[in-house]
């Protein structure tokens, strides 16, 4: 379940710098998951930060993808998220680590969005070194992890900005700060079935 995981939150990974923009160094200790990660497979960077709305939960953004469009040239956009009103939105930029929460062995825990079927995985992720990040994705019973090796320079096309502001990626509404309007703050919750998005 290897690709899976870059898939499991795949194009519906992705993640921007963090530094200024989330108020973390680059330079983050051991055992805190926050920074820019490129992908074991290569295909995407993502941002793992703060939520805005919850600091004691994990957030994780696409700020980059080495494939941002499809055969037709145009960018690769969400078709089957399961709330309807994020049809259609833009795959970079989006949210695909949905408000992880803390466990008692410094690992996070929830769910990861994959932009690419409109499904939520369980997934756990903790970084017990500076420069790796570890993903665990799962999949009903068959679990894979992949290692994120941390990355601190920029590469064409790939997004600065901070969340929710200009040029950066964007919350989910549940996970954006308060008084921070979001592309997606009119847009409906997912329905039960997907809405494992926002397990506790």
């Not at 017990?128 to 019973?141: E, F």
């Amino acid at each position: 379940m290897t690709a899976p995981i870059y898939r499991l939150g795949t194009l519906a990974l992705v993640a921007v710098v963090a530094g200024a923009t989330c108020g973390r160094p680059e330079a983050a200790r051991a055992a805190e998951p926050y920074g820019t990660w490129l992908t074991e497979d290569g295909r995407a960077r993502v941002r793992t930060e703060q939520c805005g709305s919850d600091a004691s939960r994990l957030c994780g953004f696409i700020v980059w993808m080495k494939e941002p469009s499809g055969k037709d040239g145009s960018p690769k956009v969400d078709h089957y998220s399961p709330n309807t009103a994020w049809q259609g939105r833009p795959q970079m930029g989006h949210q695909m680590l949905i408000g992880l929460k803390p466990d008692a062995e410094g690992h996070f825990e929830g769910k990861i969005y994959n932009a690419e079927n409109g499904k939520f995985y369980d997934v756990s992720v903790w970084s017990d070194q500076p420069s790796a990040l570890t993903v665990k994705g799962c999949m009903l019973v068959f679990c894979a992890s992949q290692s994120w090796k941390r990355v601190a320079d920029l590469v064409p096309g790939q997004l600065q900005g901070p969340t929710d502001g200009l040029g950066g990626p964007v919350s989910d509404p549940e996970w954006a700060s308060k008084g921070t309007r979001t592309g997606s703050t009119s847009a409906k919750k997912p329905s039960p079935e997907g809405a494992a998005t926002h397990a506790r």
